[in-house]
């Protein structure tokens, strides 16, 4: 289940470890997303949020790997 | 979008699927592999996407998906919706949820009605919120309904940091939330079990890691492919899980390492061991599976709205419609259901797999599976207006 | 209730009490306009957004609605601007030149001055802008019962109808015209969503509400012939097409891809799990035109203030009998878009 969408960290406010973000959801800016379990997320980070808290940091040298290696299957 | 937009690329989609064709031929040519390839994927969320964008049509027809009970919303008792709607009705609590259980239908009526007869009903987007209006509230009670699956336990977990961080006293959670690898134990299980490959929801595993399905390959030799939503993501999933069925493996793979990581989510997971046990928990169609489900500690019980309220009898129900239970494991589709497109329909729904959109019943009457572009018959009471 | 022995979840039919989905546009709405209204009322005129009134001169059309928006100020409007545009705009929508409109007002007592004056001068401005004349109207005040005294608002209006050489109507649609949609849709729905629920986003979804008399205007006076107008309020363009294929027993084919969606509304309704299609909008209309004349159509809404993101977004494929509204998936299948059912939910799966 769960419905989760990757935004990037445009700003991080308050006090460890209850910190929350503004975050950038492609165009739709919403602020109050929790950090309590990324703790080490930094602004510019993109992380994948669902139900106004973010499950985990986006490890973005994977995703290009990924995505580099299924764009192949297209070029065959 | 980033990290949306890549994963939907039609472009890359059609190559996926081509090399899905290329790996489905070698599958053939070993007269050991039993086809049609069946699939399962356990996510609602992934059901939703599958049908959402067509990826059942598109792929090759050897292989088939077969939608599991993944959505916490169809696996919620009858009896457990008919004690939200007790505590959702008492005089001075305020009763909040996910927008997806308001349509559910309890033995008599939904949230919805509730609500229009008086019931003071809200929906948040996060259980925080629900924190915050009693915060707001504290006159009130304030009780949140807690479904979902491991990840949303997250979430759930967050607003119990926070009540007890600001000792809010007035807010409770109805605790029903489900775990997934015990259910996949009894699918697997079955001796009639017919699935070949399993794919991992890709956000219970961004919580919880995939520890727990390691002894599931191994006593059951049946690969799962941690996948994810888009449908590039599900195409890989599917992809990665044809060739270890070509190649007589079963392992855990991870298809969607960017965001789940085979560890989980270290601090999430603590904060939810602090406040939950694994507890037996009873799914509508399926019955009681043992270590389930979570259960607040002895040492939260001061959240758990059950207890607050423990003199409310909600009425319980006999085992419901034993299709439902059938369809949610897998064994049936809904097309094979009698009451399904009849009975049950989107707008008279019976089951909850027909309420929820990410039932495997609403999927298939919304997005046409198993027939042509016919629509589904209107209701039978619809009648057009006439212009005079 | 009926009890089915097999399954002990009753199939109750219907409700013994007005729901709100009985005011959302969907099926429930549907349902409720056939069931009741039409039984009662042999006159009603209520497959379309205005009725036709015929005198011994001139045709007229005529129309009323209510406004309940909360809370009654929002970003890129307010509920007295929101009700001289949708009147206005199920006027120009039936094919008329709006003229006249009325305003009421159901005020709960202890609604505040001020915020009254802002909305009626709101009111004033938006129909100077749709050229239209508050020719009459009425108040009342209830006693509170909300802890935030609210305002209700119906507006009724009365166009004069234009010679169309044939008139914009569902029956009207054939075969071969394609759709087109005015612009960017699912503004109002997130914008009030959004505020509604303490989802602030910054900077704020607006709300599209605006006249559509300008648009109207300007494919009447280029020699476009509309086969149909409906404007996409409750319950979407997924409604407008679905009603528009069953009264016309057609079948429309859209391709997703092709309807224009903002960023941060696509944005929201991904957090939120909604389909655009199905968001309101208050300032976009879709549209119904031959092929031929759709690339002209086309330009002149890009001409249009709020027009800049029109779109030929399908086309009436081939007739069907009870009504069908398919659309093209990323993957080249083909899927069908259902009338919104009832209340609009955010999912959390």
């Not at chain 2, 060739?243 to 991870?254: H, L, T």
């Not at chain 2, 439902?324 to 897998?330: A, F, H, N, R, Y």
């Not at chain 3, 508050?134 to 507006?155: A, F, Q």
Request: net charge negative.
């Amino acid at each position: 289940m769960c419905l989760g969408v990757p935004g990037k960290i445009v700003t991080i406010t308050g006090v460890a470890p209850f910190c929350t973000a503004k975050v950038n959801f492609g165009g739709a800016v919403k602020s109050g997303i929790s950090l309590l379990a990324c703790p080490d997320a930094k602004e510019g980070d993109y992380c994948l949020t669902h139900a106004g808290s973010a499950l985990s940091v986006i490890d973005e040298d994977c995703a290009r790997e990924t995505t580099e290696l299924l764009r192949e299957y297209s070029a065959l | 979008m980033k990290y949306v937009t890549e994963f939907r690329d039609r472009e890359v989609a059609e190559g996926v699927i081509r090399e899905i064709q290329k790996v489905v031929l070698e599958i053939k040519q070993n007269p050991k592999i039993h086809l049609p390839i069946r699939l399962m994927e356990i996510c609602g969320g992934q059901t939703h996407s599958i049908l959402q964008y067509g990826i059942h049509t598109a792929l090759p027809k050897e292989v088939e998906f077969v939608h599991g009970p993944g959505c916490p919303v169809c696996v919620t008792p009858i009896e457990t919706i008919n004690l939200a709607l007790e505590l959702a009705k008492q005089p001075n609590v305020i009763f909040t949820s996910f927008g997806d259980m308001l349509r559910v239908p309890g033995s008599d009526e939904n949230m919805f009605e509730a609500k229009a007869k008086g019931a003071d009903i809200r929906w948040v987007y996060a259980p925080t919120e629900a924190v915050e209006i009693a915060k707001q509230n504290p006159d009130k009670e304030i009780i949140f309904f807690a479904i979902g699956f491991e990840t949303t336990t997250w979430p759930i977990t967050e607003a119990l940091c926070v009540a007890e961080r600001d000792s809010v006293k007035n807010f409770s959670i109805l605790p029903t939330m489900v775990r997934v690898p015990p259910a996949l134990e009894v699918i697997l299980s079955d001796p009639e079990c017919v699935i070949d490959g399993i794919l991992a929801a890709g956000h219970v595993c961004t919580i919880m890691g995939t520890e727990e399905y390691e002894p599931l390959v191994e006593k059951y030799g049946v690969p799962i492919v941690v996948t994810g939503f888009q449908p590039v993501d599900i195409l890989n999933g599917v992809l990665m899980c044809l060739k270890q069925i070509r190649d007589s493996r079963a392992e855990v793979e991870n298809a969607y390492g960017w965001v789940a990581k085979g560890a989980g989510n270290t601090v999430a997971k603590a904060l939810i061991n602090k406040f939950f046990k694994v507890v037996d928990r009873k799914w509508r169609g399926i019955g009681v599976i043992p270590n389930s489900g979570f259960g607040l500690r002895d040492e939260y019980k001061h959240f758990d709205a059950e207890i607050k309220w423990k003199h409310i009898n909600a009425r319980k129900e006999p085992e419901p419609n034993k299709y439902c239970g059938l369809v949610l494991t897998g064994k049936i589709k809904p097309t094979e259901c009698p009451f399904f497109r009849k009975e049950c329909s989107q707008e008279h729904p019976i089951g909850a797999l027909m309420v929820s959109s990410e039932g495997a019943c609403a999927a298939y009457y919304l997005y046409n599976q198993g027939t042509d572009t016919d629509p589904p018959p209107l209701s039978p009471s619809y009648g057009a207006a006439k212009e005079t | 209730m009926t009890y089915r022995l097999e399954c002990p979840v009753t199939g109750y039919q219907d409700t013994d009490v007005v729901m709100l989905a009985h005011g959302s546009g969907g099926e429930s709405m549907q349902k409720l306009i056939a069931e009741m209204y039409a039984k009662a009322f042999p006159y009603l005129q209520s497959e379309h957004d205005a009725a036709l009134i015929n005198t011994d001169r001139y045709q007229l059309a005529f129309t009323t609605d209510s406004f309940v928006a909360k809370p009654p100020f929002f970003p890129g409007g307010d509920i007295g601007s929101l009700a001289v545009h949708g009147t206005v705009n199920d006027l120009v929508m039936r094919g008329s030149l709006p003229h006249w409109i009325s305003v009421s007002f159901i005020l709960e007592e202890g609604f505040p001055m001020k915020d009254l004056e802002r909305i009626v001068l709101s009111i004033a401005e938006a129909s100077k802008k749709a050229i239209v004349r508050i020719v009459t109207g009425d108040t009342k005040v209830i006693e509170r019962s909300h802890e935030i005294p609210e305002i209700l608002i119906n507006t009724s209006g009365i166009g004069a109808m234009r010679d169309w050489k044939v008139l914009p109507e569902p029956k009207n649609v054939s075969v071969g015209n394609k759709v087109i949609v005015s612009g960017d849709i699912g503004r109002h729905g997130m914008a009030l969503m959004s505020v509604r629920n303490g989802l602030e986003l910054d900077p704020p979804i607006l709300s599209d509400s605006m006249p559509l008399n300008e648009m109207g205007r300007g494919l009447y006076y280029y020699n476009i012939n509309p086969n149909c107008m409906r404007d996409a309020t409750r319950g979407g363009v997924a409604a407008v097409l679905n009603e528009i294929a069953r009264s016309a027993k057609l079948h429309i084919r859209i391709d997703e891809e092709k309807v224009p969606v903002a960023d941060d509304v696509r944005g929201l309704a991904e957090i939120l799990g909604y389909d655009p299609l199905v968001l309101a909008n208050e300032g976009r209309f879709v549209l119904f035109v031959k092929d031929e004349e759709a690339e002209h159509a086309l330009e002149i809404l890009h001409k249009c203030e709020g027009g800049e993101h029109a779109a030929i977004i399908g086309e009436v494929v081939g007739k069907h009998e009870m009504g069908l509204v398919t659309a093209k998936t990323l993957l080249g299948s083909e899927k069908p878009i259902h009338m919104p059912t009832g209340e609009i939910l955010p999912r959390i799966c």
